[in-house]
Structures are given as C-alpha cells and as structure tokens.
C-alpha cells in the first residue's frame, strides 16, 4: 500500500500501537494528550480521537476521564481468542511462526464448514498452513483460508515469524472487528497434527473452526487450528 493512501489517522494510530508494542509505552502510561497529539503530528482533533478510538476497540488503552489515554497491559496467554491477535498477546520474542505450505490459489473446500458466498465459491481462496511455537513449543497448527478477493500480491508475501492480523490491517487496510467461533476437545489422531505438535496420538487437544469479520463489507476470512493447551491457556476478547 503505497503511503499517501493511508488515512493520517491510520498513519497515527499505527505509530502509537507500534509504540506500545515495542515497550516505548509501557503499561500504566499516559499517551499524550488529544492537543499535544494534534499538535505533534499537525492533525485535527477528529482525527486523533478517531486513532485512539481503534486502540481503545482493540485493548491497547483505557481512557480515563480527567486523566486521559492509559497505557493496557495486553492479558497473558495465548491469544487465540483475542481481536488483537496471537503476536500482540504473546510477543514477538517469544513466538515463532513457520509456513509449512506457502499462501496458493485453490479451490474451496466441497465440505467447507461456515457457508460461502457465490463469489467466494468462483473466485476460490488463497489457502496457506503454519505452526506457531512459543518458547520452542509446537502451540498452534492452523489452516487458513481467505476469500480471493482484492489480495493482490498475497500469494508472494513471507508468513514466516509475521502476524496475519497486521498483515492485513498494514497492507490491505482489513481490520479483523468480531467473528464466530466453535471450540470442541478432541483426541490428536492423524499423524500430520501428531508431528506438527509433536504429541502422541490421542493426546487430548482443542479444535478451533474460526470465521472472522473484518470491516470490509462481506469479507471474512477462516481458520481451523489443532491446539496444545497443556502449557497455555486461551483467553478471549472477542
């Protein structure tokens, strides 16, 4: 996405969530002021509020009357459940991605679990796998599926050690705003989730079928993931 494109407050709400990701804000911290905000960057009062609004949505401020915008510790564990994302809830420190099938254009799934439109089912999907790791453990094997519809260039990006959440949110302007999920325990059987969490056949696991809204109108994009929980719980902003 070429930069003049990009709202100025998206640009501000970007480098602010940046900020408080790295650490330069830390939990309990007050963000500058709207006027000392709107005077640094040149922007209107509109507009600032607009970019604390999304860190508000997504959990990285609370704003406090009298006070102003306060820095919000992210909630420990893995962030599966959360709007937020796996990276922000764990750190990038701690976690590592790796693709085990790079992003490709295919055909949906003839038993696709959620319902898909008819553009969707014509167009296709652009399907890729990953294992998440955090601190060397095997956490997450997922599967997912986008909607081939206005990704250009996806099929070409590195997923490794990358958030798919701020991928989208950086590139495609799509900002994951709720979704539907379904939660069930089942026993590990094929060897394929085997290995890629290295456990035994039978250890119990959860299962997680995900659709996500984004706020562009009819694009939702899907994940199923096998997940060891034995280390880690799931919490859930959602």
Request: net charge positive; with cysteine; charged share 25%.
């Amino acid at each position: 996405m070429e930069e003049k494109t990009i709202p100025h407050y998206r640009r501000l709400y970007e480098q602010l969530r940046k900020s408080i990701v790295d650490g330069l804000y830390k939990e309990g911290d007050l963000l500058p002021s709207e006027n000392e905000l709107c005077t640094i960057h040149q922007l209107t009062r509109p507009t600032v509020r607009k970019a604390l609004d999304l860190l508000t949505h997504e959990g990285f401020i609370k704003k406090q009357q009298g006070l102003g915008s306060i820095v919000h510790k992210m909630p420990k564990g893995i962030g599966i459940l959360s709007i937020a994302g796996t990276t922000n809830a764990i750190g990038k420190k701690n976690l590592v991605t790796i693709t085990l099938v790079k992003p490709e254009v295919k055909a949906w799934p003839d038993d696709f679990f959620f319902p898909l439109t008819e553009e969707q089912r014509s167009l296709g999907c652009i399907y890729f796998e990953r294992i998440r790791s955090v601190n060397d453990r095997p956490i997450f094997y997922e599967q997912t599926y986008l909607p081939n519809i206005n990704l250009p260039r996806f099929t070409t990006r590195n997923l490794n050690n990358k958030s798919l959440f701020d991928l989208l949110r950086q590139n495609y302007q799509l900002e994951v705003k709720g979704g539907e999920q379904y939660i069930k325990a089942v026993e590990a059987q094929s060897a394929g989730v085997c290995d890629c969490l290295e456990i035994k056949a039978g250890q119990p696991i959860l299962y997680l079928s995900r659709k996500l809204e984004t706020n562009r109108v009819g694009f939702s994009f899907y994940s199923f993931m096998y997940c060891n929980t034995n280390d880690y719980s799931l919490y859930g902003i959602f």
